[in-house]
């Protein structure tokens, strides 16, 4: 069978994590962010950093050991050294990997319409047909274009930064003011991870990238770094142009923010970046949720169709294909919202798991060489997997029951999966 073509080095696999990072989330979240936590919101976006380097640091060790696609089943499978396990995250992985493409596609076709006449659902197809081409044609060129994405995003970002720390307020702004107290701050912090996520599929394309075991963890690392200092001045200036409350009550704050000191120019400009951002994000879920359909397949857990690579391209491209088809079908259906809540909550449950795996391994497979290490341990034992892990669960109980229930009936549909094809194909018979 061909192989992956490893086209990727730092700086590119860097910005790929930038893109996913940055992507659309804060474009839309900071705004009820504001409503939670008032001018306290930088510390929910500290505390989101944090949770997410914990988890960075964590697929950093992972994927110097497994420099796999398909991470996080590699990751769990052998960690656990249970199949069904892996699986499981593997599903949960690949299916956040479609929505999160279907409702940020449905986010682009919001934008859109303010310059073209074109139903949402319309131009977020157009978008997935496109992006699947890109992704078909090789990581080459996706890498390319996701870089160009990541660029100007952030560039959207720095505008709203440097208009934020050059104005003068209109009054002196209390950085810890926080209408909701602690709880508030609490709220925004769960709310706004979904600004984070997006990291863990840097080591889905580990096949893919020069000397993964160096490239990898350095370029987690970077890419959370740059983007929660990013995330920590936006929310540090929109509060020194908008009150909190007219943030909070805002469909587009940072448009508004642009437009209240630039005017109808500055609605447009951070409007028509947004289209960039939403792009960005879809391209790279689309590009990683194929790498996990070849990775499973590769690893006899899916059909083994989804593991064959295209003899010009060197991409996965039924694994293409299977993503664009799953992914044009979720945008037919769902709450933006609800949704984002549901792919954040799988998420969740998929760094508990990865957290748990970084501890299990340094016990089971301890004379393993390990190329990255998290640091801060005490004998065998690393100290920040296990932040990651209490915080990871704690999260887990904020969700509302509703939003429980729904990714309860996702793993019980990858349960199913599972038996059938362990059952009709004998799949994943070999532990």
């Given amino acids: 069978m061909s192989e992956l073509k490893r086209h990727m080095g ?34 929910s976006f500290l505390l989101g950093a944090i949770v997410a380097v914990f988890a960075g640091l964590s697929y950093a060790e992972l994927a110097a050991l497994f420099p796999k696609a398909a991470a996080e089943y590699t990751f769990v499978k052998n960690a656990f050294k249970n199949h069904f396990f892996g699986f499981i995250i593997g599903w949960l992985t690949a299916i956040t990997s479609i929505i999160v493409a279907a409702t940020v596609s449905l986010g682009f076709g919001g934008y859109l319409t303010q310059f073209i006449d074109l139903p949402i659902t319309v131009g977020a197809i157009f978008l997935i047909g496109v992006l699947s081409i890109v992704n078909f044609i090789g990581i080459k060129e996706s890498a390319w274009a996701n870089t160009i994405f990541a660029i100007i995003t952030a560039a959207g970002l720095v505008l709203i930064i440097i208009l934020g720390f050059t104005i003068e307020p209109i009054e002196s702004v209390d950085y810890f003011e926080a209408p909701n107290g602690i709880t508030g701050i609490i709220l925004a912090f769960v709310l706004i991870f979904f600004a984070f996520i997006g990291f863990e599929d840097m080591a889905n394309v580990a096949e893919e990238v020069r000397r993964p075991q160096k490239t990898i963890p350095r370029a987690i690392i970077l890419s959370i770094v740059i983007t929660g200092v990013i995330y920590i001045l936006v929310s540090l200036s929109v509060v020194r142009i908008l009150s909190w409350e007219e943030l909070s009550v805002s469909s587009a704050p940072l448009a508004d923010v642009a437009h209240s000191v630039l005017g ?13 951002a939403t792009a960005s994000t879809v391209l790279i879920t689309l590009v990683a949720g194929a790498r996990i359909l ?14 064959k690579i295209h003899h010009k391209t060197k991409t996965p491209w039924i694994a293409v294909v299977g993503i664009l088809i799953t992914s044009v079908g979720f945008t037919f259906v769902g709450d933006i919202v609800i949704i984002a809540n549901i792919v954040v909550f799988a998420v969740v449950i998929t760094f508990t798991a990865i957290n748990l795996a970084v501890i299990v391994l340094r016990y089971t497979e ?7 290490k ?19 669960v704690y999260m887990t109980l904020q969700f509302e029951i509703e939003i429980v229930f729904v990714g309860i009936a996702i793993i019980g549909i990858g349960s199913i999966l599972y038996l059938i094809l362990k059952k009709q194909n004998n799949f994943l018979s070999s532990n």
């Fill in 374 to 392: 998290v640091p801060i341990n005490v004998g065998k034992f690393p100290i920040l997997p296990m932040f990651g892990f209490i915080t990871t």
């Fill in 366 to 372: 301890p004379t393993l060489e390990r190329p990255f």
């Fill in 264 to 276: 109808i120019n500055g609605n447009i400009t951070i409007s028509l970046i947004a289209l960039f």
């Fill in 10 to 43: 730092l700086f590119h696999l860097t910005m790929y994590g930038v893109g996913l990072i940055l992507g659309a989330g804060i474009y839309v979240l900071i705004g009820e962010a504001a409503g939670f936590a008032g001018n306290s919101m930088w510390i």
């Fill in 294 to 307: 070849y990775g499973m397949a590769e690893s006899n857990s899916l059909p083994q169709f989804f593991g």
